[in-house]
């Protein structure tokens, strides 16, 4: 039983936003799994990078990483260029991380400023103030503290009967709030948010959640000064409940979206193969496309409803007719 528990209070607010994430997350089990796993994962992965980077000050837009990602050459400090570089270093690495693990953390922190710090991966020895418009707006703990404050934020995270939705808010909060190293807390804190929550459902492995935060960052920094300025983290947690159902919600409508886009592509490359081949039978189509056999009759039944297609002659010995 952990000797530190976070101060926080399970606000009306808070017990409505978990439910309707949880809700939104039974809706998704819905989506096309093929474009969540392939497609999504890549544009939203790189949405992740650019928009924690962006908070952090990084100029760097989504194809500018992206080029980094692919090895181009891109105008840019060399700061900028090794921010986006230790991120992906740090995110690829995503799948492997164990919430509820310290070292983790710090070799999470390793990966990400490892090109930028020399003492990347270990805590800071001296004492930081976190800086904002009217300058110092939050004072940390001392150095000599971090280790025994880490340790207890880390021993509530792994004895905590706290849904996970509300546990990875305290966390973020109780993490910036201790701004345990020199430099990347942020970036650590809204990695490891994450991390906590594809614990709790794989696919927040694909929700760019840090994309969202950059779309809402004056009222992050708000939220999380409003967290201290009453003590506790409950402010935060509701933001970021907000934000988490926010990103959901537009992850659904990009799926949608991309879904509608890739059954219209199939449909013209039905169309087209048939037009070359009027004898071509379902299999070939199958093999040619790589589509499964039921994704294909699926997709030709679609274009006989629309009388775009018909069959002529049985399936053996007819052939296709593209009206």
């Known amino acids: 039983m952990a000797t530190y528990k976070p101060p926080y209070t399970i606000t009306s607010k808070i017990v409505k936003l978990t439910s309707e994430i949880s809700e939104l997350i039974s809706d998704i089990k819905h989506i096309d799994?093929?474009?969540?796993?392939?497609?999504?994962?890549k544009k939203n992965r790189i949405r992740s990078i650019t928009g924690t980077l962006q908070i952090e000050g990084n100029s760097f837009d989504e194809a500018k990483v992206t080029s980094v990602i692919n090895g181009k050459t891109v105008l840019g400090t060399t700061r900028e260029i090794e921010e986006v570089k230790g991120a992906v270093l740090a995110y690829d690495y995503f799948n492997k991380y164990d919430y509820k693990s310290e070292k983790d953390l710090l070799h999470a922190h390793k990966l990400l400023m490892g090109n930028l710090l020399n003492n990347a991966g270990v805590y800071r020895q001296s004492n930081v103030g976190v800086g904002g418009a009217d300058g110092v707006t939050h004072v940390a703990p001392p150095s000599n503290m971090v280790p025994q404050l880490m340790g207890e934020i880390f021993e509530w995270l792994n004895s905590t009967d706290e849904h996970l939705l509300i546990a990875s808010c305290v966390f973020h909060y109780e993490f910036e709030f201790i701004h345990p190293f020199n430099d990347g807390n942020g970036r650590i804190g809204r990695l490891w948010q994450n991390v906590i929550l594809k614990s709790f459902k794989d696919l927040f492995e694909h929700i760019p959640i840090e994309s969202m935060i950059r779309a809402n960052q004056t009222k992050y920094y708000e939220a999380l000064e409003d967290a201290g300025s009453a003590g506790e983290s409950t402010p935060f947690i509701e933001f970021m409940l907000g934000i988490i159902?926010?990103?959901?919600?537009?992850?659904?409508?990009?799926?949608?979206?991309?879904?509608?886009?890739?059954?219209?592509?199939?449909?013209?490359?039905i169309l087209a193969l048939m037009k070359q081949n009027s004898q071509i039978t379902i299999a070939e189509i199958c093999s040619k496309l790589s589509m499964s056999e039921s994704g294909v009759k699926k997709v030709i039944k679609k274009l006989k409803d629309e009388d775009k297609i018909k069959r002529v002659g049985s399936l053996k010995a007819g052939h296709w007719e593209v009206v």
Not at 259 to 264: M, T
């Open 245 to 269: 159902l926010k990103s959901l919600q537009e992850y659904i409508k990009e799926s949608a979206k991309s879904d509608q886009k890739s059954k219209q592509k199939s449909d013209q490359k």
């Open 33 to 41: 799994k093929q474009y969540s796993t392939l497609k999504l994962r």
